[in-house]
């Protein structure tokens, strides 16, 4: 057992205990941050005189050998090592013997970790962000695609006012987009670098903690080391963000469900995405769509499992947080995943136009139409509304829609209906008279204003 705290004990760990307390099955993913953190490190202790130039040229030269040989395979993060840190220094110094050693003067492996996961984190908002880009890149060309292609907007499931479906995918858009920037508002506000923090309380080297943390592409160092070592902040922050985008995703994938019904039939998923039945041969299944929605509950389990896990803790760093990263990690490639996949349904996918404009002129969705038609007619709204009622229950009867009931029936009820009726409730006019900002007749500036958001990311 590689250990690097063996001087002050006279007996081995137990095996069973060192197997509990070892990270490095997992923490092994920070290898490249715990490299590059040393690397910087090391140079700030050279530059503040605290290591020769000679120890520092080892040092260095030590590290990107194993940064090497770990990215060529030739060495396996594996064997007897409690954490990926113990290991970089292991191996650094049976590669270069004595300036080894000195890699750790004024740090701790509290900062280390502290300063590895904020370094991952950093670079996984990134890779995020880029994914919610490629997203909603797809989501406006479909605006785009399908700017006047109506279908029934809902609210209960029920058939509610026509919309288009530049308008429904309009909605996501501004969901992934708020997605997208509450990352980059996250990353604003961790990039703060906790390396110089040491155990808990400084040290008493004479640090150049800025210096560390501009090589790193920090903003500053952080202003408190107990925190410094001790704030998971930040991780919380990504995972309920990350929560977040996986229930927009969960959301759209349960329209998707709805959608690729037989019933529906609204959406036609590409074969490539989806799956069939070992029974049933006329099945063509939305599984992406229902994996995504079921793979949600991974990530709000990591962000509410990870409050707990920090919520008793006093300062400063307790082993507890080490249980911050397996669950992290799979919370970030399940919603990396899903963002992904989500990607490439959507993109594969085609839509029905036919099915939805049918289906937005059944089910009286152009009902408030007509009652805003007889307002503009001089009609209080609350009489209107209950005139369109009647008319409502008289199509009922009748099994017919709106728009084929006789211009009699309309004036049996109220006579202040005319032949242009028919206009003022077909589902052209139903959606293009919603001009105001937001609303689906006012989609084409919303698309451009979509691309130009794009454009600049
Ligand atoms: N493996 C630890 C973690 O993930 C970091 C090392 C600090 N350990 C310690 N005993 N002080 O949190």
Excluded at 4 to 11: I, S, V
Excluded at 93 to 122: C, F, W
Excluded at 137 to 152: D, Q
Excluded at 380 to 388: L, N, S, T, V, Y
Aim: hydrophobic residues 40%.
């Amino acid at each position: 057992m590689a250990q690097l705290w063996g001087g002050r004990f006279t007996k081995e760990t137990d095996a069973l205990v060192y197997a509990f307390n070892a990270s490095l099955r997992f923490d092994r993913r920070l290898f490249r941050q715990d490299v590059l953190g040393s690397k910087a490190h090391v140079k700030m202790l050279a530059k503040q005189g605290i290591l020769t130039e000679e120890e520092k040229d080892a040092i260095l030269l030590g590290l990107d050998q194993i940064l090497r040989e770990v990215e060529d395979g030739t060495l396996k993060i594996e064997g007897e090592y409690e954490d990926i840190h113990s290991f970089v220094e292991a191996c650094l110094t049976e590669r270069i013997g004595e300036p080894g050693k000195k890699l750790h003067t004024g740090r701790s492996r509290n900062d280390q970790v502290a300063l590895d996961m904020r370094l991952y984190i950093r670079d996984e908002i990134d890779q995020t962000a880029q994914l919610l880009k490629e997203l909603l890149t797809v989501i406006c060309g479909i605006m785009e695609t399908h700017l006047t292609t109506c279908m029934p907007g809902f609210t209960h499931l029920q058939k509610a006012q026509p919309v288009t479906v530049a308008h429904h995918f309009g909605a996501y858009f501004e969901m992934f987009k708020r997605d997208r920037e509450r990352l980059m508002s996250i990353r604003s506000r961790m990039n703060i670098c906790p390396l110089g923090s040491g155990a808990l309380a400084g040290t008493t080297y004479p640090l150049d903690r800025e210096y560390t943390a501009s090589l790193l592409g920090f903003d500053g160092a952080s202003e408190n080391s107990m925190d410094g070592v001790s704030d998971r902040d930040y991780v919380l922050e990504f995972l309920n963000s990350l929560a977040i985008t996986m229930m927009h995703l969960s959301r759209l994938s349960e329209e998707i469900i709805i959608w690729n019904s037989n019933e529906y039939r609204f959406i036609e998923l590409d074969d490539t995405f989806a799956t069939g039945s070992s029974i049933m041969p006329q099945k063509k299944n939305p599984d992406i769509a229902e994996l995504i929605r079921g793979k949600t509950g991974r990530v709000f389990g990591a962000a509410q499992s990870l409050l707990v896990t920090m919520k008793g803790l006093p300062l400063a760093y307790n082993k507890d947080m080490q249980e911050d990263k397996e669950m992290t990690f799979d919370a970030i490639d399940t919603a990396k995943g899903c963002i992904s996949l989500m990607t490439g349904m959507l993109s594969s996918s085609s839509f029905n136009a036919e099915r939805m404009e049918a289906s937005a002129m059944n089910g009286f969705a152009n009902a408030t139409d007509a009652a805003d038609y007889l307002v503009r007619k001089g009609v209080p709204f609350r009489d209107a509304h209950g005139i369109i009622g009647r008319l409502v229950l008289t199509c009922i009867e009748k099994s017919c829609r709106m728009d084929d009931l006789p211009l009699e029936e309309y004036r049996a009820v109220c006579p202040r209906f005319d032949e242009d009726i028919y206009d003022a409730i077909s589902l052209k006019s139903c959606v293009e008279r919603r001009k105001t900002k937001g609303a689906p007749g006012a989609m084409a500036e919303a698309v451009e204003r979509a691309k130009t958001y794009l454009a600049g990311l």
